[in-house]
């Protein structure tokens, strides 16, 4: 063989080499895609090359298309953003599967990215397939431009031959920056929810969970916030919030790994759920909600607001309507001349519905009590002689609308439906049930379809009966705490707590679709479903039992994170409160809650005179700042969290042309000096006159009806009086202000 080239084999050589470097440049580029998905003040930016790991490169402020070209030189490679079990086994993953030959390993790699249109919104897809199992992931990711959201979901569809067995399966990985990372989150307890805490990330693991089974929301939130400039700012400080939209149990991880590195995991709590994927079969995680704000908490919190009522929330355009409910003046003591008293009652004082509680239904067992009747869902004449009719005649007469209570998951061992089907119920085989409420309360087995057909019946024969009910309060008073469905075959008692969520949801949707203009309540012994898995619908939630107006204070601040007032029923109760005794003047406790959906759980038969006029005034006036307190941007001024005897909020409409501020005094002392509030969101340059709302004083405020700028509003604020200006006899030691602002 010669060693010695021509020049002509030198030249055809040369152009040989060219041209095959070219076409392999022009694979590369076909392969090598940067992804940047935008809303109208942020961008997620990805590495999606085929055949290789999808990373993550940026979450943030929205970025120029200049920018994408010398990205990942600046963030580096990226980190995995969907990380997957067995090929690297240290790292925490968002998927693991037992494949059907018994192999425990994923490999999944970026086949390609489609783009689509759903529900009116641009939704990309990364495409994921294992490099050697026909299994695919697709990762989703829809965006809500003027609210600056994405919401983020996978579906995993097993193309193999044989069922896989998925034991991990979130909805979304997300990487977080290194550095400083506070973590802000919410927990309680029934009565006590959503408390807020504020914490640095520090190595290791957190771990927010629930495993309630049916309420997911009393023990802690599915939602964070993430803030990325150090500690929790209201104001200002990059913020990244999360939401899972799901109302099962759920778990949200978050790893500091020895590189400073954070990786948040969001989804189902596999714990006892691993899920059979038969052959062909696509599992569909819910959502995670997602927003950035480099205005700190409060920015985020306005973007989830937003994004709930154009989007996620039932009706979320319309205006609430004051009500009275009667379980905290009657409880299980309904009657016709008890009910029709309390209509009269409420539209005297200007509100607009009237909902019955509690104890209206059954006849084998009358409802007396919490012990029975549950599933049996026909009115007692005994107490009704009218029925549902009489009092919807009875709301007619007094130009309000009508509403009622059930709770249609749910029954007691004591009833005709439990004595007719024992089938329908979660239990164990084998085993003596735990029984919840009164004694004998049992969860029905949403996973059977004839038990979905029996709740939505409750529903439906309610409203074809009596279609003149306006709203429903439906409630869930016992979590799923027995591991066992009649329904389901042995080998997928695993999919108990993921199946009765599918069977709900598709009640739900069946109600919805029938009846589209009726407002639901989403009760839970409280605040037990507030989750956005829940809202799409239901038109607001039961924030907690407690109604006391000081601890309402609280557990409305926590919600506040995520949620907006239209969707926070707000109740003025009696004092001494029904669950902490404290007794707490009518002003405060209207004060509070005016500052969420109104609404009224009192016997107003045992109301004075001048408390039903001073509670008239009161709803006359919220229905002047309804528009603005529903439908107007929150702002947290002072943190009740921050002990220094003070809390205070705003809400500002969107033109910026009026406001509603509100002023509490948390603690009494003698001399005490309470800081000055300076307040957010107006417009500087307009000037706005101050008008007090609920005044209880003996004479005006010093500035009411005068005018200041916004600027020196947000800069400087007004010296609010740390006590009423009343007679002797009626001062206490409570203090609360709303005022109203109306630019010029």
């Known amino acids: 063989m010669s060693y010695f080239y021509t020049m002509t084999d030198y030249m055809k050589t040369k152009t040989f080499i060219t041209m095959t470097f070219l076409l392999m440049m022009s694979a590369l580029s076909i392969k090598a895609e940067i992804v940047k998905i935008d809303t ?38 990226g980190r995995s953003q969907y990380p997957d079990y067995g090929m690297i086994t240290v790292p925490e993953t968002a998927i693991a599967m037992i494949h059907s030959d018994g192999n425990m390993t994923l490999d999944l ?36 431009p003027e609210q600056d959201m994405l919401e983020v979901w996978t579906e995993i569809t097993n193309n193999e031959s044989g069922n896989v067995k998925l034991t991990r399966y979130a909805s979304a990985h997300l990487p977080i920056r290194q550095g400083y990372v506070w973590l802000s989150h919410l927990h309680g307890a029934w009565g006590n929810e959503t408390k807020v805490e504020h914490e640095p990330l520090l190595h290791g693991m957190k771990v927010i969970k629930n495993r309630n089974g049916t309420r997911n929301s009393h023990l802690a939130h599915s939602e964070v916030m993430f803030s990325l400039d150090g500690k929790p700012n209201e104001r200002s400080g990059r913020t990244i919030g999360a939401a899972l939209c799901y109302g099962g149990n759920y778990r949200l991880k978050i790893d500091t790994d020895e590189t400073n590195s954070h990786s948040f995991i969001a989804g189902i709590n596999e714990d006892d759920s691993p899920y059979n994927l038969k052959s062909g079969e696509t599992f569909i995680t819910p959502e995670l909600a997602m927003t950035f704000s480099n205005k700190g908490l409060g920015g985020a919190s306005r973007n989830f607001h937003k994004w709930a009522r154009k989007h996620k929330l039932q009706h979320g355009d319309k205006e609430r309507k004051v009500l009275l409910n009667s379980w905290e003046g009657v409880y ?27 104890g209206w239904f059954g006849v084998k067992y009358p409802r007396n009590n919490a012990e029975s009747s549950l599933g049996d869902w026909m009115v007692d004449t005994r107490k009704l002689p009218l029925g ?59 996973a059977n379809p004839a038990v979905q057909d029996l709740v939505f019946s409750v529903v439906d024969t309610l409203m074809t009966k009596y279609p003149g009910i306006d709203y429903i309060k439906w409630d869930a008073n016992m979590d799923l705490t027995n591991h066992g469905s009649q329904y389901q075959t042995t080998d997928n008692q695993s999919h108990l707590f993921i199946d009765y969520h599918k069977g709900l949801r598709n009640v739900l949707e069946r109600i919805r679709a029938k009846y589209p203009d009726l407002t639901m309540q989403a009760c839970a012994g409280g605040g037990g479903r507030a989750n956005y898995g829940y809202l799409p619908y239901f038109d607001e ?39 902490t005794f404290r007794t707490i003047p009518l002003k405060f406790r209207t004060d509070v809650a005016m500052s969420g959906r109104l609404g009224i759980e009192i016997q107003p038969a045992n109301m004075t005179t001048e408390e039903k006029s001073q509670t008239r005034k009161a709803v006359e006036d919220y229905k002047a700042i309804r528009p603005i307190v529903q439908f107007g941007d929150l702002y947290r001024l002072a943190s009740p969290y921050d002990e220094k005897g003070v809390a205070s909020l705003m809400y500002v409409d969107e033109s910026k042309d009026n406001a509603v501020f509100y002023w509490y005094k948390t603690k009494s002392f003698r001399n005490e000096i309470l800081p000055r509030i300076t307040l957010d969101g107006l417009d500087p340059d307009k000037v706005y006159t101050v008008t007090e709302l609920n005044r209880i004083d003996t004479k005006p405020l010093s500035f009411e009806g005068k005018s200041y700028s916004g600027a020196f509003l947000m800069s400087s604020g007004l010296e609010i009086p740390v006590s009423h200006e009343l007679p002797k006899e009626k001062k206490t030691d409570w203090s609360s202000r709303v005022l109203k602002l109306s630019a010029k």
């Open 541 to 579: 939630f039961w924030v907690s039992d407690n109604t006391d107006a000081l601890q309402r204070i609280f557990i409305q601040w926590g919600t506040s994170y995520f949620y907006p007032s239209i969707a926070m029923a707000s109740h003025i109760s009696a004092a001494p409160n029904h669950q």
């Open 109 to 144: 790699v970026v086949d390609r990215v489609e783009r689509k249109t759903i529900d009116g919104k641009e939704t990309t897809s990364l495409v994921l397939k294992d490099s050697f199992y026909p299994v695919e992931v697709k990762l989703n990711y829809k965006s809500f």
């Open 388 to 446: 549902i009719k009489g009092l919807l005649k009875e709301a007619d007469k007094n130009k309000i609308k009508f509403g009622i209570w059930i709770e249609p998951e749910n029954t007691n061992v004591k009833s005709e439906l439990f004595e007719a089907h024992p089938e329908y119920v979660i239990k164990p085989e084998n085993r003596t049930p735990k029984y919840g409420r009164g004694g004998g309360q049992m969860v029905l087995d949403l």
């Open 332 to 358: 299980f003591d309904i009657n016709e001349k008890g009910m029709a008293s309390m209509m009269k009652d409420i539209a005297d004082m200007g509100g607009e519905l009237f909902v019955m509680d509690d």
């Open 40 to 77: 109208d003040n942020t961008s997620i930016v990805f590495k999606a090359d085929k055949g290789k790991k999808l990373k993550h490169l940026y979450y943030g402020d929205k970025l120029p298309a200049s920018d994408l070209k010398g990205l990942s030189s600046a963030v580096g490679s």
